[in-house]
């Protein structure tokens, strides 16, 4: 009986280490002017990812970070501030949405938005009130638009 309770121990185990395992690596690349001509962009701008992925933010160009927008993050979700021209790495835990800036180029619309986990994000409609300039916001509405139609 002693050796079955190690068997499944040792199951429980590492089904727990595999689903870690399994975690993805996600990148989001910081330009002044993208792949497709846009000025000041993540690229992608919009990402879907699983509880417990990495998203890295690349500075694939200089004088960009990457940022988390209060209010826009998902209850018990941490805020994060990258260094401006470093890569940051953030794994998300929490299901929801998080809005993500770049504060030097926020008022000339460099965000993006990350979905994690799947159906309606729990914190849309809180992520979907707050304020933001202009350009933020126009690209910020298309994003939420994109995250709640998923």
């Given at each position: 009986?002693?050796?079955?309770?190690?068997?499944?121990?040792?199951?429980?185990?590492?089904?727990?280490?595999?689903?870690?395992?399994?975690?993805?690596?996600?990148?989001?690349?910081?330009?002044?002017?993208?792949?497709?001509?846009?000025?000041?962009?993540?690229?992608?701008?919009?990402?879907?990812?699983?509880?417990?992925?990495?998203?890295?933010?690349?500075?694939?160009?200089?004088?960009?970070?990457?940022?988390?927008?209060?209010?826009?993050?998902?209850?018990?979700?941490?805020?994060?501030?990258?260094?401006?021209?470093?890569?940051?790495?953030?794994?998300?835990?929490?299901?929801?949405?998080?809005?993500?800036?770049?504060?030097?180029?926020?008022?000339m619309g460099m965000v993006a938005?990350?979905?994690?986990?799947?159906?309606?994000?729990?914190?849309?409609?809180?992520?979907?009130?707050?304020?933001?300039?202009?350009?933020?916001?126009?690209?910020?509405?298309?994003?939420?638009?994109?995250a709640a139609a998923e």
């Open positions: 009986m002693k050796s079955l309770s190690v068997m499944a121990a040792a199951t429980m185990a590492g089904l727990v280490f595999a689903g870690s395992a399994m975690a993805e690596d996600h990148q989001i690349e910081m330009y002044t002017r993208g792949p497709d001509g846009g000025s000041m962009v993540f690229v992608p701008n919009y990402l879907e990812v699983a509880p417990g992925d990495t998203v890295t933010f690349v500075s694939t160009q200089p004088t960009h970070n990457a940022q988390s927008i209060p209010g826009m993050l998902p209850e018990g979700a941490e805020l994060f501030t990258g260094r401006m021209n470093q890569d940051v790495s953030v794994t998300l835990t929490e299901e929801g949405v998080y809005g993500v800036k770049c504060l030097p180029h926020y008022g938005l990350i979905k994690v986990g799947e159906g309606e994000p729990a914190n849309l409609e809180e992520a979907s009130g707050v304020r933001h300039p202009p350009l933020a916001r126009r690209t910020l509405e298309g994003l939420l638009a994109q």
